[in-house]
């Protein structure tokens, strides 16, 4: 695999076109090729022998993973600065096999009330017939908050640093430092970061996982996770997907890894237009809130400044006062952003949200919803607001 001179590093950019790619051993073809792979056969049984004692390493069985997909992983983990990444078949697929890894019947897991919704259902629908216990804690607790709703039986602390519907911004080293304290491990949802505005391992995290559907394939057209582990979690990582039997496609790995050699630049353009647009609906007079991090207005901004190196493409924004009718007229006029429920392709997109919650009420139910910026030129997305502003105050 292609990598920097001995002693030399590259920077980002350089990293994510050339990471995953050997044309030296490919007929110099610069893109790995596709594997279709069930079967693995081998020469000898001492062979077979050698490959099955580092199965994590040897191509032993396609749902083990193939040259395809070890190159997307590859690619990832360069981004997040991990031990080792595993992909898996969605983002969703990544929070249940992580979280998996870590809890067995009895214990207890604090999850943030900010969490995605499905993150919430896997608790409370799924671990809980298990015999696993959640508590939702505040988004914006500090350390000693959390050192107190530690109990002996937590395992893991779940963050999704931004909330990726009110985008409060958590104080993830603060966190880390009191679950480590206690032996408890750290799970980030990165995924609004794109692995490339936060690196959640400087700052303690122990496995961070991602909707590589979003920011990573970049083209709204295959679902992919990842889990990146360090060097103490990935054995038990591993062990869990082995056991649940997670795989990825090798057309949707080449798809992911297709993605990587794109995304610095895609992000950064993600991230100029969002901020403008967000600064103009600052300025309306429909709005109250722009929940976005790069914002004062955003819960935990002062995190987002001293963590964070960038913003990607998502944010809300809480409406001074609305109805179901004035909402849906906004929706149904904008012709840019359409309405869906994922983010992080080219697209521009648009969704009302409304936010569950366990542990501190959100402020804005019924008023807020959420904008995926996505790669069109900002001033049309910008008439097309306006646009839809005028629709949602005829309404009113
Ligand atoms: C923050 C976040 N995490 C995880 C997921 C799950 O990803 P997937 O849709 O690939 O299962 C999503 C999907 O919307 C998400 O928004």
Same mark, same amino acid.
């Given at each position: 695999m292609k990598a920097p001179r001995k002693g030399g590093t590259w920077k980002r950019d350089t990293l994510l076109g050339h990471v995953g790619s050997d044309p030296e051993h490919e007929f110099g073809i610069i893109n790995p090729p596709v594997y279709h792979a069930s079967t693995v056969a081998f020469p000898t049984m001492a062979a077979q022998h050698e490959a099955r004692k580092t199965p994590n390493d040897s191509f032993v069985?396609?749902?083990?993973?193939?040259?395809?997909?070890?190159?997307?992983?590859?690619?990832?983990?360069?981004?997040?600065?991990?031990?080792?990444?595993?992909?898996?078949?969605?983002? !969703?697929?990544?929070?249940?096999?992580?979280?998996?890894?870590?809890?067995?019947? /009895?214990?207890?897991?604090?999850?943030?009330?900010?969490?995605?919704?499905?993150?919430?259902?896997?608790?409370?629908?799924?671990?809980?017939?298990?015999?696993?216990?959640?508590?939702?804690?505040?988004p914006l607790i500090d350390g000693k908050g959390i050192a107190a709703l530690i109990r002996p039986e937590t395992k893991v602390i779940y963050v999704e640093s931004p909330g990726s519907h009110s985008f409060e911004v958590q104080d993830v080293p603060a966190i880390c430092e009191a679950a480590h304290k206690r032996g408890v491990k750290v799970i980030m949802d990165n995924t609004w970061s794109a692995g490339v505005f936060f690196k959640p391992f400087e700052h303690g995290v122990d496995v961070s996982v991602h909707a590589a559907t979003k920011y990573f394939v970049g083209h709204s057209d295959t679902m992919l996770g990842t889990i990146t582990g360090t060097t103490e979690t990935i054995d038990a990582l591993f062990?869990?997907?082995?056991?649940?039997?997670?795989?990825?496609?090798?057309?949707?790995?080449?798809?992911?890894?297709?993605?990587?050699?794109?995304?610095?630049?895609?992000?950064?353009?993600?991230?100029?237009?969002?901020?403008?647009?967000?600064?103009?609906?600052?300025?309306?007079?429909?709005?109250?809130?722009?929940?976005?991090?790069?914002?004062?207005?955003?819960?935990?901004? @002062?995190?987002?400044?001293?963590?964070?190196? /960038?913003?990607?493409?998502?944010?809300?924004?809480?409406?001074?006062?609305?109805?179901?009718?004035?909402?849906?007229?906004?929706?149904?006029?904008? @012709?840019?952003?359409? !309405? /869906?429920?994922?983010?992080?392709?080219?697209?521009?997109?648009?969704?009302?949200?409304?936010?569950?919650?366990?542990?501190?009420?959100?402020?804005?139910? /019924?008023?807020?919803?959420?904008?995926?910026?996505?790669?069109?030129?900002?001033d049309d997305l910008i008439e097309d607001l306006g646009e839809g502003l005028a629709a949602f105050n005829a309404k009113l």
């Open positions: 069985y396609g749902r083990s993973g193939s040259p395809t997909s070890f190159a997307f992983e590859e690619a990832v983990n360069a981004l997040e600065g991990g031990a080792r990444t595993i992909c898996v078949g969605s983002g !969703l697929a990544a929070i249940v096999g992580a979280m998996l890894a870590f809890v067995s019947q /009895g214990d207890h897991v604090l999850v943030c009330d900010s969490s995605y919704r499905p993150t919430r259902n896997l608790c409370e629908n799924f671990l809980k017939r298990f015999g696993v216990n959640t508590s939702y804690y505040d062990d869990s997907i082995h056991v649940l039997g997670y795989n990825v496609a090798p057309d949707d790995a080449y798809l992911g890894l297709r993605g990587m050699r794109t995304l610095a630049v895609r992000i950064k353009r993600h991230e100029t237009s969002t901020l403008k647009v967000a600064e103009w609906l600052a300025g309306r007079p429909e709005i109250e809130r722009i929940l976005h991090p790069a914002f004062a207005s955003c819960p935990g901004h @002062e995190f987002w400044k001293r963590d964070f190196t /960038g913003s990607s493409g998502l944010f809300s924004v809480v409406l001074n006062k609305a109805t179901p009718a004035a909402i849906e007229a906004l929706v149904d006029r904008l @012709e840019l952003f359409a !309405l /869906g429920g994922s983010w992080g392709g080219f697209e521009s997109l648009v969704l009302p949200t409304n936010v569950a919650r366990s542990a501190v009420p959100f402020a804005g139910d /019924g008023r807020c919803v959420r904008f995926h910026v996505g790669l069109e030129n900002p």
